[in-house]
C-alpha cells in the first residue's frame, strides 16, 4: 500500500518540528492601576530565513476610580530574517476594546474594534530577538498603545 503524503505519519512529525511557541505576560501596577496581559502565540517556521504565525491577545485594566477595560483580539505575523541575526515582521492584530468609565466622569463607555499593523525589526539571537516596531494605521484617540513606536522582546521556544 503507498501512502500519500497527507497520510504518512512521519509527515505529521516533520510538521511540529517546525512549530514554535512563545507570547507574552505583562503586568503592571501602582497607585491605584492595575493592568494583566497573556499573550500566547505559534509560529510555523518553513525554513531558518520565513515563519508565519498567530497569536491571541487578552488585557485587564483597572484605575481606581476612573475605568475598567477589557482587550481581546488575536494577530497574524510574518517574520523574515535575511541574515541570522536580523529578523524583520509584519503583524496585523485587531483588537475588541471595551471601556467602561465610572459614573461620576461623565465619560461615555466604548466598545469598538481596533486594527493595528506593525512593521518591525530586532536583533535576533537563538530563540529571542530585542526590536522596535512601528503602527503604520496608529490612532492616538483609539489606540490601546501610548505610541506608534514601540519595543518588542520575543520568544519562541
Do not use: C
Not at 497520510?7 to 507574552?24: L, T
Not at 461620576?104 to 469598538?112: K, V
Amino acid at each position: 500500500m503507498i501512502l500519500s503524503q497527507n497520510n504518512n505519519p512521519d509527515s505529521k512529525k516533520d510538521f511540529w518540528k517546525h512549530v514554535r511557541f512563545g507570547g507574552g505576560l505583562g503586568l503592571s501596577f501602582g497607585d491605584g492601576f492595575f493592568s494583566g496581559t497573556i499573550a500566547p502565540s505559534a509560529i510555523y517556521e518553513f525554513n531558518n530565513k520565513f515563519a508565519l504565525g498567530v497569536g491571541l491577545n487578552g488585557t485587564y485594566n483597572s484605575q481606581k476610580n476612573a475605568y475598567k477595560s477589557t482587550i481581546f483580539g488575536g494577530s497574524i505575523i510574518g517574520l523574515f530574517s535575511p541574515i541570522e541575526e536580523l529578523q524583520l515582521s509584519a503583524e496585523f492584530e485587531e483588537l475588541n476594546v471595551n471601556r467602561k468609565w465610572e459614573d461620576n466622569l461623565g465619560i461615555e463607555d466604548q466598545n469598538y474594534w481596533y486594527p493595528a499593523l506593525f512593521i518591525g525589526a530586532g536583533y535576533r539571537t537563538r530563540n529571542v530577538t530585542v526590536g522596535i516596531r512601528y503602527d503604520v494605521l496608529y490612532d492616538k484617540d483609539k489606540s490601546v498603545y501610548a505610541d506608534a513606536w514601540a519595543p518588542f522582546v520575543r520568544f519562541y521556544f
